[in-house]
T-cell receptor, first 115, second 110 residues
């Protein structure tokens, strides 16, 4: 059973650099959401995409952007990295964007360290 | 603004004892509430949600709109229940956006 897959699993970047994180949803799922989890806190919503359109955006600066591809996979991009961007980035997929009958399924995350 | 508060970062109970993980929320509309669990070295997964009113692994949670709470309960804790538990809220709308609490690490002692 292939769940949500994220790559890479770990990443180390320097302040000011750019990073791209990737996510493949469960087969048949059309919605992908991104969350940031800082150590000691719960996940914080960044973006939701459904059918390649942005359907929601959390309280994050414009340095954060994302997109969804025709195969429903997604990329999260972060520009001009800051030390505070160090976190676990989680991707979650669901069948639809409302989710009332399709819960979120999370990946294992990408651990980003900014030095 | 929506907010979820889990007042206990750490909670320890003995095997067979009752357990209650507290969750309080603030939201002006009709929220959807969830409990997510993360076992050691596993991914975050849905435990239960209030709209389904089901019991999963012996856990139940009742939405109390008057007290704005959604506490997670189990009458007899098991060692395999040891995990990190997150309460989460969805405010609805077009986005499937969850607001998570900071989590409670439950340890069930033998």
């Amino acid at each position: 059973d292939a769940g949500v897959t994220q790559s890479p699993t770990h990443l180390i970047k320097t302040r000011g650099q750019h990073v791209t994180l990737r996510c493949s949803p469960i087969s048949g799922h059309k919605s992908v959401s991104w969350y940031q989890q800082v150590l000691g806190q719960g996940p914080q919503f960044i973006f939701q995409y459904y059918e390649k359109e942005e359907r929601g955006r959390g309280n994050f600066p414009d340095r954060f952007s994302a997109r969804q591809f025709p195969n429903y996979s997604s990329e999260l991009n972060v520009n001009a990295l800051l030390l505070g961007d160090s976190a676990l980035y989680l991707c979650a997929s669901s069948f639809d964007f409302q989710g009332r009958n399709s819960p979120l399924h999370f990946g294992n995350g990408t651990r980003l360290t900014v030095t | 603004a929506q907010r979820v508060t889990q007042p206990e970062k750490l909670l320890s109970v003995f095997k067979g004892a009752p357990v209650e993980l507290k969750c309080n929320y603030s939201y002006s509309g009709s929220p959807e509430l969830f409990w997510y669990v993360q076992y050691s070295r596993q991914r975050l997964q849905l435990l239960l949600r209030h709209i389904s009113r089901e019991s999963i692994k012996g856990f139940t949670a009742d939405l109390n709109k008057g007290e704005t709470s959604f506490h997670l309960k189990k009458p007899f804790a098991q060692e395999e229940d040891s995990a990190m538990y997150y309460c989460a809220l969805s405010g609805g709308g077009s986005a499937r956006q969850l607001t998570f609490g900071s989590g409670t690490q439950l340890t069930v002692l033998p």
